[in-house]
């Protein structure tokens, strides 16, 4: 066994992630960090500041960082970039008046040199409401396509019903996974 | 534990034949031979199977000048004919390279220093020439201080991505003509432009919808019902009473309204002179406002107690008195932001 195998393994064995969760306030951001961890989601107040969960999923040991999106709280998300290895953007799919809002706030995170390495998952969340934007309308008005910089994947999901959530949560530990832990 | 069991049952055999038949023992000994010998090669091969291929420096320098052969074929083919192809042809070019870099830095563990050397100092090389090939195939347009042209000058399928990738500026944004595509489509269910207007909606047609109400003028809006959200955007003057909501109800920009909503979150945005009537189930907060106050919810109609079990809000719990202001931070001093109504000033009677 080569050293550098050795030292894969041991990497593999730590398999500890840091995902960072933003998008615009009232996106769904906390609703869907509880519910992915199994918690109610009937009595979540807007999020003055951050919450913080530790879960382990699929082996993996996950460091979720969910921060507040509201316009006062923005200037504070880059207290939150350090070594971050998956971003999760989240989007209200049917608060169409703000797309251009939450695009231009994306395009701006990812001029952001400590993201650079970041993989990005798009969340279009609330496809349980009615008058929710498919996530191919959202991915066409946020031109995710002109994205060259990261790894990104867009995923239509549900907070509320819970439906899609793990889907987006193991492509971004897929892909961070290939990147950081080197498969045997 | 394998070739123990052998030598014991071995040793029980030879015990049982005694003396006797020491010559027929071979056939034995050759089934143990023949064992050891596959214990063996089943050893050999799970050791080779350890001993990763790509960990080997012989290999590496193989692998290593095959895909810089690669990438050098590649910019041989770039003629400068065909300027898109020749752009397309040195971004792949450029993305072997980097993972060529990629590859070298994955490996580096097991090289020799002066193997790493040598490597390091081709990958340098294969740079040098991909730059220049760059230059010459695609020449960038000399600065010049041209007003009319300069806003064209960073065209981004030229230059392709930057090698690595990092900050820089960004991919192209694309043309404002996804526009059509965000603004409300035909079945939203709200009211939209409207002026000095009694506009109402019953519990059929609110039925569960997401609900927006924006740009409307010294409007009197009823929704009777239980949307599933609310977006107030861009109101003056109005008077927005609606049913139970069983999500957030969201509002910005909103001046000299009076508002009676029942939710489970209110998010509050540049709103000025407002009085809003609350119930909420977890927090309501406020962002950017001033002059808002706030009540209990008193607005009733026929069917609130069906819509407030179809909402699935707990009438129980109302935290209408518990604001959260972004822009107030301090503990212990209020925010001036926003206030309770007193009791002598709060509206009883909410009819049309």
């Given amino acids: 066994m080569g050293l550098l195998t050795i030292l894969k393994k041991m990497k593999h064995k730590e398999r500890e992630m840091r995902l960072l969760m933003l998008g615009l306030d009232n996106a769904g951001k906390t609703t869907i960090l509880k519910k992915f961890n199994g918690e109610d989601v009937s009595t979540i107040s807007p999020t003055l500041g951050f919450n913080i969960k530790t879960l382990e ?12 999106g509201q316009k006062s709280l923005r200037s504070y998300w880059r207290n939150y ?17 703000r797309l251009d809002d939450c695009k231009q706030e994306l395009s701006a995170l990812l001029l952001e040199e400590r993201l650079a390495g970041a993989t990005l998952l798009v969340f279009a969340n609330k496809q349980d409401l009615p008058g929710a934007l498919s996530k191919e309308a959202i991915r066409e008005a946020m031109g995710l396509d002109d994205i060259k910089t ?35 | 534990m394998d070739a123990q069991d052998v030598n014991q049952g071995n040793n029980n055999n030879n015990d049982d034949d005694g003396g ?46 095959r895909d810089r052969e690669a990438v050098e074929e590649l910019m041989a083919a770039c003629s400068g004919s065909d300027r898109d192809a020749d752009a397309q042809t040195l971004d792949r070019a450029a993305a072997q390279t980097q993972e060529l870099q990629k590859f070298l830095n994955d490996s580096v563990m097991f090289l020799a220093q002066y193997e790493l050397r040598q490597a390091q100092a081709s990958l340098q090389r294969l740079q040098t020439s991909l730059a220049e090939k760059r230059d010459e195939v695609l020449p960038k347009k000399k600065f010049a201080f041209r007003s009319r042209t300069r806003a064209k000058e960073p065209v981004p399928d030229a ?47 609110i039925d569960k919808q997401d609900v927006l109400l924006s740009h409307l003028t010294d409007c009197r809006v009823r929704l009777y019902g239980s ?20 999500g957030s109800v969201f509002v910005d920009h909103c001046s000299d309204s009076t508002l009676a909503v029942a939710c489970q979150q209110l998010r509050t945005h540049h709103a000025t002179a407002t009085r809003v009537y609350l119930h909420v189930t977890s927090r309501a907060i406020v962002e950017d406002c001033s002059g808002v106050g706030f009540a209990p919810f008193t607005w009733s109609y026929p069917t609130l107690d069906r819509d ?37 000033d709060r509206r009883t009677t909410w009819d049309l």
Avoid: Y
């Avoid at chain 2, 409300?184 to 432009?193: I, R, V, W």
């Fill in chain 1, 57 to 68: 999923h699929r082996g993996f040991k996950l460091n979720i960082w969910d921060v507040g």
């Fill in chain 1, 81 to 97: 970039f350090e070594s971050t290895d998956g971003l999760v953007w989240v989007v209200d799919s049917a608060d169409r008046l």
């Fill in chain 1, 150 to 184: 990261h790894h990104w994947c867009i995923i239509g999901c549900s907070a509320v019903t819970g439906e899609n959530l793990l889907s987006g949560v193991d492509w971004l530990l897929d892909d961070i996974a290939a990147r950081v832990f080197t498969a045997d």
């Fill in chain 2, 20 to 65: 006797g038949g020491g010559i027929r023992i071979p056939e034995r000994l050759l089934r143990r031979e023949q064992a050891r010998q596959e214990d063996a090669e089943r050893r050999r091969k799970a050791k080779e199977k350890q001993s990763v291929t790509e960990e080997n420096s012989e290999f590496f320098i193989v692998a290593f000048n």
């Fill in chain 2, 159 to 205: 230059v392709g991505p930057p090698p690595v990738p990092g900050p820089g500026p960004g991919p192209a944004t694309a043309p404002d003509g996804v526009k059509a595509d965000v603004t409300p489509h035909a079945e939203q269910c709200g009211f939209s432009d409207m002026a000095a207007a009694v506009l109402t909606k019953t519990s059929e047609e």
């Fill in chain 2, 227 to 246: 949307p599933c959200t609310v977006h107030i955007k861009h109101v003056r003057g109005c008077e927005i009473l609606c049913g139970p909501v069983t």
């Fill in chain 2, 308 to 344: 407030f079990e179809a909402s699935g809000l707990d009438r129980a719990r109302n935290n209408w008195d518990q604001v959260d202001d972004f822009n107030w931070l301090a503990a212990g001093t209020p925010s001036p932001n926003w206030a309770v109504i007193a009791e002598e």
